[in-house]
C-alpha cells in the first residue's frame, strides 16, 4: 500500500458526492482500492434498486467486484440469498480484520474459498439504516502493508464517504419523484407524464400496442369552491383522482395538469381510445356522490405527438361539453 494512500483517498474522494448513479460510484471505490491500495480484492453488496424501508435487504447484489472475485459474480450471487436475511447479523463482525481461519462462521463458506489471507466487512449506511456492505481482503504478501490502524481509519473513510454519497443520491432521486407528483391527489403531474411517457412508448412498440391520450375535465369545481368552500373542492378532486386511478391499468400513466383537468395515457390492443374514456366517465358519475367529468381522446402516432394530442382531445371534450350542456359554470 502507497504510504500517501490517505492523501489520495481523499483527492479521488471528493468527486464521489457528485456521482449521478450508485453504478459509477461504486466503479470509482473498487478502483480506488484496486489501484492504490493493497487490498487486492473485495467487492460490494448493495441492494439491486431502492426499496421501501421494511423490505430493504430483499434484493442484495454483487457490484464491481475486483482481484480474486473478478468474474466470480455467479458464485458470488448464489449467496446473495443467504445475505439478503442474515446480513444484520453480520453487524458485530463490521469494522474488523479477520484472518480465514478467525471469520465467523456465517462469514467462513462465503469468504474462505477464495484465499485471502486477510478480509475485512465495512458498512454502508443510507438514511441511517444498515443498507450493504464493503468487503475488502488480501491474497497477494504486501512489502508496504500499512499498520492495522491506518487500514481501518481508511475503511471508516471510505465506508463515511461512501454512505454521504449514497445519501446524496437517493435525496436527488426522491426530489426529482416528488418534482413529478401533484401534491393533492398523489398523480403524476404535467412533468411526471412527460418524463414517464418514453419508457411506456418503448413498451408498446415492443408489444405492437397503441396509445391513447385522454383528457379529463372535472365539471363544476368553481361552483363547488364558490359554494362549499376550497377545501371541499380539493376533497372532490381527490375522490375523482382515485376513480380515475382505480379505473385504468397499473401500467397506464394518470395525471393531474393542473386545476379541474386530468390526464391519461392508455395502452390498448385496439384504437378505441373513446370507449375507454366513456367507461371512465361512467366510473366517475357512478362512484363520486353525483359529481361529472367530461372526457376527449386522441390516439399518440396517429393524431400527433403529446402536444398535438392534448389540443385534439381537448377539442373534443368541449364539443361534447358545449353539446350536452353538462358543465354548470
Not at 502507497?2 to 459509477?24: C, H, I, M, Y
Request: with cysteine.
Amino acid at each position: 500500500m502507497k504510504t500517501d494512500v490517505l492523501n489520495e483517498f481523499f483527492r479521488r474522494s471528493r468527486g464521489w458526492p457528485s456521482a449521478a448513479r450508485g453504478q459509477a460510484l461504486f466503479s470509482a471505490v473498487a478502483d480506488f482500492f484496486a489501484d492504490i491500495t493493497d487490498l487486492d480484492s473485495g467487492f460490494l453488496l448493495y441492494p439491486k434498486r431502492d426499496t421501501s424501508e421494511d423490505g430493504f435487504f430483499d434484493e442484495l447484489a454483487i457490484y464491481e467486484p475486483w482481484g480474486v472475485f473478478k468474474g466470480k459474480e455467479n458464485e458470488l450471487e448464489e449467496s446473495c440469498e443467504w445475505a439478503s436475511s442474515e446480513f444484520e447479523t453480520l453487524t458485530p463482525a463490521m469494522e474488523q480484520w479477520f484472518t480465514p481461519e478467525d471469520l465467523p462462521t456465517n462469514l467462513r463458506g462465503l469468504l474462505y474459498p477464495f484465499g485471502l489471507s486477510e478480509v475485512g466487512i465495512w458498512p454502508i449506511h443510507v438514511h441511517d439504516t444498515l443498507n450493504g456492505g464493503i468487503v475488502v481482503g488480501r491474497v497477494k504478501p504486501s512489502s508496504s502493508l500499512l499498520p492495522k490502524e491506518t487500514r481501518t481509519v481508511l475503511m471508516n473513510a471510505v465506508s463515511s464517504q461512501l454512505s454521504m454519497a449514497l445519501n446524496l443520491i437517493r435525496a436527488a432521486r426522491m426530489a426529482e419523484a416528488a418534482s413529478q407528483r401533484d401534491p393533492l391527489t398523489g398523480l403524476l403531474n404535467r412533468r411526471g407524464l412527460e418524463a414517464n411517457l418514453s419508457a411506456m412508448m418503448e413498451r408498446a412498440e415492443e408489444k405492437g400496442s397503441v396509445l391513447g391520450f385522454g383528457l379529463i375535465d372535472l365539471n363544476g369545481l368553481k361552483t363547488i369552491n364558490d359554494t362549499h368552500g376550497h377545501p371541499m373542492g380539493d376533497e372532490v378532486l381527490k375522490t375523482v383522482a382515485s376513480i380515475i386511478h382505480q379505473s385504468v391499468r397499473e401500467d397506464d400513466l394518470v395525471a393531474r395538469y393542473g386545476g379541474d383537468e386530468f390526464a391519461v395515457v392508455l395502452e390498448m390492443e385496439h384504437p378505441d381510445v373513446e370507449a375507454i374514456m366513456r367507461r371512465i366517465q361512467e366510473a366517475v358519475e357512478k362512484r363520486s356522490r353525483g359529481y361529472s367529468v367530461s372526457v376527449g381522446g386522441a390516439l399518440l402516432g396517429m393524431d400527433g405527438d403529446l402536444e398535438r394530442c392534448y389540443h385534439v382531445a381537448d377539442q373534443r371534450l368541449y364539443k361534447v361539453k358545449r353539446t350536452t350542456k353538462m358543465d354548470p359554470e
